[in-house]
């Protein structure tokens, strides 16, 4: 039954604007971040949670708080725990909200995601039983009993959440994807425009890809006294997991800006093929020597002062085939490695395998130290030097240290394989080719390591063995 009822407005207690974080997110009302995957917005929620967890909000509200995630987007066990655990949150104070589903034929049961407005009810009473202050929806149009690019279906599914915010003095953040193309930001929400006007705080999320730097400007803002941008960073935060230290993203160093995300969405994209091939060039350049792989950082430092923005130096990386991966140390480091080393640009008939000390291993989360030439030389013949050794062949202490690119071959964890292409030493101390026969000297370098063709058509790879002044190629 529906009654219909008068109020005098003398007979309401007026109250003065309250928010969970001060000219950011409001109380009793909806606040909407929104941008295109993989902009922080999730990322910059749960940091926001995670300081409410700690008392560590600037607002209305004092002490820790609670907060209820509503997410069928992210994996709780890999993602948001995880995130969570590298912003410092109490992990006691964020709670997983979703419905159980019972099957009455069956007996049996199974999660599900919450769907609005069906699950309010359900919503209302775990709110109030958990004394939560802050609920977010990620991604928003996921719970919609409904077409969320209509605006009766999206407010059908919020209206109710937007009352349910002013009745228990909640801050809601719903957390929205941008469509494709340019144009205003406040119609970049994908979906019905009904997402911007329901809520009365808009952040929205961009990138500049000519600087690398992130930021979130608010479009609107009924409430605060001036809008304002934040630039923030993505960092990587070591985390214990399952007793490894695995590096996961954060929100860091949060501070005011004069860039506005309309202008970066909205920038003409020039074509940009001359400054890509002239990057890539110094690009191949810069990584064409030992050890053929540097860190990502030095490598965006160097190509800035040579006039290469972040961004074209990531598009040249792309083109050349140029990859990178995850140092193993702590803390962790992004390398970029040259074409040949990954195999990406120079075909190799089998790839390299371990130096010749068989006492010499890697252990499961040890760097590796193995570094390999850019250059292979294919030579019909194989003729021995007579060549004898003049400096020690390495030990297992100086392998050791010796540097090893390719990840997928296996180490102790997974018992350490055969190496039919060893380099072998004779009676007489010389370091010889175990397909070839040949002779040759140890250069007393332990960073020098040459993969080289043998006439038999096959693959190996020697340390610090030198012929006649240079690396051995037979």
């Excluded at 349910?164 to 809601?172: E, F, H, N, S």
């Excluded at 040459?450 to 610090?464: K, P, T």
Aim: glycine letters at 8%; hydrophobic letters at 35%; charged letters at 25%.
């Amino acid at each position: 039954m529906r009654i219909p009822r008068v109020t005098p407005a003398s007979t309401i207690t007026p109250r003065k604007m309250r928010w969970l974080v001060e000219d950011q997110f409001p109380l009793n009302t909806l606040s909407t971040c929104g941008g295109k995957g993989g902009e922080g917005k999730s990322t910059l929620v749960l940091d926001v949670a995670a300081r409410g967890s700690r008392g560590e909000l600037h607002g209305d509200v004092q002490g820790p708080v609670n907060t209820l995630i509503v997410s069928v987007e992210d994996d709780w066990q890999t993602t948001v725990v995880p995130r969570l655990m590298a912003a410092g949150a109490n992990l006691d104070r964020i709670l997983k909200f979703d419905v159980e589903t019972y099957v009455e034929d069956t007996g049996e049961s199974f999660e599900t995601k919450a769907v609005l407005p069906i699950d309010v009810t359900q919503l209302r009473e775990a709110i109030i039983e958990h004394d939560v202050r802050l609920v977010i929806f990620d991604p928003a149009a996921s719970f919609i009993d409904g077409d969320p690019n209509k605006v009766i279906d999206v407010r059908r599914a919020f209206e109710p959440i937007s009352k349910l915010a002013q009745d228990l003095d909640l801050a809601v953040i719903l957390i929205a994807h941008f469509g494709k193309g340019t144009g205003s930001v406040g119609d970049k929400l994908s979906g019905s425009h009904a997402w911007r006007d329901l809520t009365r705080s808009y952040w929205a999320f961009a990138t500049d890809d000519e600087t690398g730097k992130h930021y979130m400007t608010q479009e609107k803002s009924n409430y605060s006294k001036t809008k304002g941008t934040y630039e923030f960073e993505l960092t990587g935060v070591p985390v214990p997991i399952s007793g490894e230290t695995v590096e996961v993203v954060a929100i860091g160093n949060i501070t005011p800006s004069e860039v506005d995300v309309a202008e970066i969405i909205n920038r003409p994209v020039a074509d940009g093929d001359d400054d890509v091939s002239e990057c890539g060039e110094w690009l191949l350049s810069y990584l064409d020597r030992e050890p053929f792989e540097f860190a990502r950082a030095d490598i965006v430092k160097a190509g800035r002062a040579e006039g290469f923005s972040e961004a074209t130096l990531k598009r040249s990386k792309k083109r050349l085939g140029v990859a990178h991966r995850r140092t193993k140390t702590v803390p962790t480091t992004t390398v970029w490695e040259h074409p040949s080393i990954s195999g990406n640009q120079v075909a190799h008939d089998r790839e390299p395998t371990e130096p010749t000390d068989t006492k010499t291993h890697v252990s499961a989360g040890q760097p590796s130290q193995l570094t390999v030439s850019s250059r292979s030389v294919e030579r019909a013949n194989c003729e021995p030097t007579g060549l004898t050794r003049e400096n020690t062949p390495p030990n297992a202490s100086q392998l050791s240290q010796l540097k090893h690119e390719d990840p997928d071959e296996p180490t102790d964890i997974f018992g350490k394989a055969a190496d039919p292409y060893e380099a072998a030493q004779d009676t007489n101390g010389n370091v010889g080719c175990s397909l070839c026969g040949k002779n040759t000297k140890w250069c007393g370098s332990p960073r020098i390591v040459e993969d080289f063709l043998c006439g038999l058509g096959q693959r190996s790879r020697v340390a610090g063995l030198v012929v006649d002044g240079a690396h051995h190629v037979c």
